[in-house]
């Protein structure tokens, strides 16, 4: 029957499967109806778990303390990237499985009852299966206990439908069991490692496994609106916390009870949902109970003096008024948070603004006064843990008013952590004070506009979930292109960065070979020159092309011996044209290479009307092939285009190059000693090399705060990758462009001397840790005992 098929969902392949045969057609058409709002309700919690995964396997590889651990993270990282479309049909698949099977579980199950199989080939359990099964049946089982009530109504109208018992746990089609084994089957494509498929779980549970509620409610409605048990309720569980009278602090011990529920939830601060969403907390009423005991100790008043408290049309009233009026306002005044108390005092005014001198007065109820403060709290909190001189302060005092509207007028901005409002605070003023240093550089006007845009058009319309969400969507979808930007800048300076270190790992070696070579057959004049000044880096080209173990090495190094007098020369004329090519492919234009080679060989015959430079003459070319390459290593001028040509082809090898080949002639050992002075002394203060020792065992990503001494300006940058064999260190900004060039050597110096200070890692958001240090500072203070601070 193909009327009930709805061709706009690819992924219903349940659809005209064995449950078409094998039930009713009312019921087969209630299972594609709820399969259809499976398909619309789970599309975006599916991307929001997949975009925070992938952001979650950046910041680990970040964090990685090796090479290989890091590779993994990016390649994982890459294959989500690649293949999140492909998961999420491979997911609705199998929940379409799920469905045409529904009902066959119990058989099944009954079947090792039997006797025709008593015994089983016994095997080894792999670890690493056994703490996926585990972790799946955690998952199911968290979310059972989370959406128990709805899920009871499910399993018995799902029932109902193909006259089985009630459908409870792995056998309920579109339960938590049945969404963590379709997650990980659809993960099998990505081919992740253990750890990454652990942590797709996690975020699983915590983006989609959590949010099922609403999902599970449709259902209900829809199969209920059907005539499928319209009776059924299910039996709530009963509210421990209500709302209290805190006329009194009689209720202390009451109110000291749920105090401890925001302040024991240490991986969410204030926020219980995000420990454990089943746990119907109420958020609010917690900490308005700590809050109140907080005035009971220090003898403060709990409300107003009096009056009619004015009901949230007026108060919404009131606020926009004082938004409007701030709007107008361009003192320095108008730029600052606004505490509790100044807060309520210009509400009160605003209340009462017009009326009469007898009339009577309206004040703010005592749920009205609490939610004031304690926004106004969170908001002087969370400019404490913003970076001094950035322009995140100023957004913060925007945002003030549209976010203490939102949440007056939903209670939900304290109940849930995903709230619209709560993730464009955070982003926001995370946004402001990661990436805007306070300057008015070019790079940072793009962000800088959007950033005021979104909070002006926040304070211009009514607040709403509607109008924060998509404001979130629309400084996510810029903060992306910016991360990414930055992601492979960052890229593409550390890969530079290994290449330099390649390739000075194959001079060293280079410089090693010729170094053992000297010492046995010492050339003098034109020869020495030649070897020195060009054919090392000959090598070193080579053997980072190729490798050492190669043809094409072994080859350049028998022509080594070849000049050098250790192998005989069986054919002249091929070992000049080796030379010439050799010298070609470091940059040293044809004719250059062409009189270099006639002149060191000794041609038998060379066209008489070309005159071949002196010994002298072609030395001095050499030297001056080297002095330009130089200079354009060292970002100066060159003095021709085809010294720059050299340079940039060749000329970086030179400087390290010859510092092996130097200690076997005494006639140019000054550049090398120069240049390895400063690595061979070791800092000679113990703290020195303790702060070097901690900088080497730092992760890559680890931030560091450089202070000017002349104006004491703040910038921050990034330890993107350092060299354990050179002490070289990579720092970037947060943008991923290059930044202060030095060894760890020189990094131990200036975070000696203060200069430069490591940032700590913070686990936590902005927000998290705003939302840990109010409910921090609204516990009692209890010194003897040190009670319960989580």
């Known amino acids: 029957m193909d009327v009930g098929h709805d061709r706009r969902h690819p992924f219903a392949s349940h659809q005209g499967g064995r449950g078409g045969a094998r039930w009713p057609a009312r019921a087969q058409r209630l299972f594609e109806t709820s399969y259809t709002l499976c398909v619309e309700g789970l599309q975006e919690p599916l991307r ?142 990505f081919e992740l490692p253990l750890k990454h498929q652990l942590l797709l779980l996690q975020h699983f549970d915590q983006w989609v496994i959590q949010a099922l509620a609403p999902l599970y409610d449709n259902i209900n409605a829809q199969l209920k609106a059907d005539g499928i048990l319209p009776q059924l309720r299910s039996i709530p569980i009963p509210r421990h916390i209500g709302k209290r009278s805190r006329t009194s602090s009689a209720s202390g011990d009451a109110a000291g009870e749920t105090a401890t529920a925001p302040a024991s939830a240490s991986a969410t601060p204030v926020h219980p949902s995000g420990g454990t969403p089943g746990a119907p907390i109420e958020v609010l009423e917690s900490l308005r109970d700590l809050l109140a005991q907080q005035r009971a100790v220090q003898g403060g008043l709990s409300g107003g003096s009096g009056g009619r408290a004015a009901s949230e049309d007026e108060l919404q009233s009131a606020l926009g008024a004082l938004q409007q009026h701030l709007a107008q306002v361009t003192d320095q005044a108008s730029r600052e948070l606004r505490s509790a108390a100044r807060l309520r005092e210009e509400l009160v005014a605003q209340l009462n603004f017009g009326k009469p001198a007898g009339a009577p007065r309206t004040q703010l109820s005592d749920e009205q006064g609490d939610t004031v403060e304690l926004v106004a709290r969170l908001f002087e909190q969370l400019g404490h843990q913003l970076q001094q001189g950035g322009n995140a302060s100023h957004l913060l005092t925007d945002l003030q008013l549209p976010v203490l509207r939102m949440a007056v007028a939903d209670h939900g901005f304290f109940e849930k952590r995903e709230h619209p409002a709560r993730r464009l605070l955070d982003t926001v003023t995370a946004a402001a004070n990661d990436w805007l240093d306070g300057s008015d550089d070019e790079s940072n006007r793009p962000l800088a506009s959007k950033l005021e845009q979104l909070v002006s058009r926040a304070n211009q319309e009514p607040p709403s979930a509607g109008l924060y969400t998509t404001l979130l969507a629309d400084i996510e979808h810029h903060l992306a292109l910016l991360t990414r930007k930055a992601q492979a800048a960052e890229r593409r300076h550390v890969e530079a960065a290994q290449g330099r270190e390649r390739l000075d790992q194959a001079r060293r070696r280079a410089s090693e070979l010729m170094a053992e070579r000297f010492a046995q057959s010492p050339p003098r004049g034109l020869l020495r020159a030649l070897l020195d000044r060009a054919w090392s880096d000959v090598l070193a080209l080579t053997l980072l092309r190729h490798g050492e173990q190669s043809d094409a090495f072994r080859e350049q190094l028998k022509i080594t011996d070849q000049l050098l007098g250790r192998l005989p020369v069986n054919d002249r004329l091929h070992l000049q044209t080796e030379v010439e090519s050799g010298l070609q492919q470091i940059g040293m234009h044809a004719e250059e290479a062409v009189q270099v080679a006639q002149r060191l060989l000794g041609a038998g015959t060379p066209d008489p009307s070309t005159e071949l430079p002196s010994a002298t003459d072609l030395a001095l070319r050499l030297k001056q092939h080297q002095r330009l390459g130089e200079q354009q290593s060292s970002h100066e001028p060159a003095a021709s285009p085809a010294a720059a040509v050299v340079a940039a082809a060749a000329s970086p090898a030179r400087r390290s190059a010859t510092a092996p080949a130097a200690r076997g002639d005494a006639a140019t050992p000054q550049a090398p000693v120069a240049a390895a002075a400063p690595q061979q002394d070791a800092p000679p203060d113990p703290r020195l090399r303790r702060i070097e020792q901690h900088l080497k065992e730092l992760p890559f990503g680890s931030w560091f705060e450089f202070i000017d001494p002349a104006s004491g300006q703040i910038s921050r940058r990034k330890l993107a990758w350092y060299s354990p064999m050179s002490g070289r260190c990579l720092l970037v900004s947060r943008r991923g462009q290059r930044g202060e060039e030095m060894s760890l050597t020189q990094l131990a110096h200036e975070v000696a001397s203060g200069r430069v200070c490591e940032v700590p890692a913070q686990p936590d958001s902005l927000l998290d840790r705003a939302w840990r240090s109010l409910t921090g500072s609204l516990q009692p203070r209890r010194p003897p005992s040190g009670s319960a601070r989580a």
């Open 48 to 189: 929001r778990c997949l975009g925070e995964f992938e952001k979650q396997l950046f910041a680990l590889a970040e964090r990685a303390h090796n090479a290989g651990v890091q590779q993994d993270c990016f390649a994982s990282r890459q294959r989500v990237l690649q293949d999140r479309a492909a998961f999420a049909q491979r997911f609705m698949e199998q929940l379409g499985a799920a469905l045409d099977q529904v009902g066959e579980s119990a058989p099944a199950a009954a079947e090792p009852a039997g006797h025709e199989k008593p015994w089983q080939a016994l095997e080894l359990v792999d670890p690493g299966e056994q703490e996926v099964a585990m972790t799946l049946e955690q998952l199911g089982a968290r979310g059972e206990v989370r959406h128990s009530n709805v899920l009871y109504e499910l399993g018995y109208r799902l029932a109902v439908l193909i006259g089985e018992p009630p459908l409870e746990g792995p056998a309920l089609p579109l339960g938590p069991h049945a969404m963590a084994r379709a997650c990980h089957a659809a993960s099998g494509g």
